[in-house]
């Protein structure tokens, strides 16, 4: 019986290492989980009949695993990166909204002569560009629920259809993302120039989001390893971080969203963006704790928090604002146009496709 009594010490070992320590470096908080919000759909979403959706254009997609390019109808094409982009249990005005993001993205892409294409010039199927999967693709994923997804996703798609936000003419970039920590970000500070649409507002409904707040605990080692392999290979900088057993990050400056702007670790500065790239963090909005020779960092938010929040968009849209408006707050100062106003944007899309 002595090897049972040695094994069940062993199995009480490891539970503890497993699940009593890490829980005693976290710092405690409310956390509403990471799983999507899932609403049972009404009757009325149940039996919406599926929408005609015209199209003139046709999208060229690199389709990623299979490594072809696949022709895809625009407004097929929205829709695939809708489904895939937003939960189609999202409000109806909201899935507009997304709707009329991924139309003006790919329009734009297209009219900028291939701006940050894929393999063999077209737009691919991932992040680099935008989600897109095709409507087998989502019959595998939605299975049973794939007629009342497709179908609300499709009205959306097609009361906006053709419609594409402009600035002074022309199509925007329609930067988007999951939850704020209550305000967007100014494309400046996040990235490089100012972006006179893209500037920074309240979004007070992302607290509702289930990302809107996240711990990750990482190790000494593992910071000081994930930080330098980043400054290696994307700032091809030798100035490297080293951190000491007692080192603790430090937060320099915070951007007027109250995002890090600033950090100081190991003897480096860093922005917040490349700390949250580095060791893949929800957001850039983020506290450290150092603790047990451990980095809590505590995340509000998900992504890069400039443009539209995709959950402040939902939010809205449950206050029954319209797609016009959730857009018009987001993107500040854009108009929504039709592509066929344009003699030469039409010409251009019809031409040279995506």
Not at 9 to 14: G, R
Not at 267 to 278: D, P
Not at 333 to 345: A, H, K, L, Q, V
């Amino acid at each position: 019986m002595n090897w049972k009594k040695s094994s069940m010490m062993v199995t009480l070992v490891l539970l503890t290492i497993v699940v009593i320590i890490p829980a005693a470096i976290v710092t405690p908080f409310i956390n509403a989980g990471d799983d999507e919000t899932y609403q049972t759909p009404t009757d009325e979403v149940r039996d919406l009949e599926e929408p005609t959706l015209e199209d003139e254009y046709v999208v060229s997609v690199f389709r990623s695993q299979q490594k072809t390019v696949d022709d895809v109808p625009l407004e097929q094409y929205v829709t695939g990166v809708v489904a895939s982009e937003m939960p189609a249990d999202f409000e109806l005005e909201a899935l507009k909204a997304q709707a009329l993001a991924a139309r003006t993205y790919v329009v734009k892409h297209v009219l900028n002569e291939g701006e940050q294409q894929g393999e063999e010039g077209q737009i691919t199927d991932t992040v680099q560009h935008q989600v897109y999967k095709s409507e087998e693709e989502l019959k595998r994923i939605w299975g049973s629920d794939y007629n009342w997804k497709i179908n609300k996703i499709k009205k959306a798609v097609a009361a906006t259809q053709g419609e594409i936000l402009t600035y002074n003419g022309e199509p925007i970039t329609p930067a988007f993302f999951s939850t704020s920590n209550g305000y967007t970000e100014n494309a400046e500070d996040y990235w490089t120039n100012p972006i006179p649409y893209l500037k920074s507002v309240a979004s007070p409904w992302d607290e509702e989001s289930p990302k809107f707040k996240e711990q990750k605990i990482l190790t000494l080692q593992e910071v000081e390893q994930k930080l330098n392999e980043f400054i290696k290979n994307q700032l091809s900088s030798d100035n490297l971080v080293s951190l000491a057993t007692n080192s603790e990050a430090k937060v320099v400056s915070r951007t007027s969203s109250d995002r890090v702007k600033e950090v100081s670790v190991g003897g480096i500065t860093l922005t917040g963006r490349n700390v949250r790239e580095a060791l893949d963090l929800r957001s850039s909005d983020f506290t450290v704790t150092f603790k047990d020779q451990h980095y809590v960092f505590t995340t509000e938010g998900y992504g890069h928090g400039v443009g539209m929040s995709q959950y402040g968009a939902n939010g809205m849209a449950k206050e029954g604002k319209t797609y016009k408006e959730i857009v018009n707050y987001y993107y500040t100062g854009t108009e929504i146009t039709n592509i066929g106003s344009d003699p030469e944007r039409v010409t251009a899309l019809k031409r040279e496709g995506v």
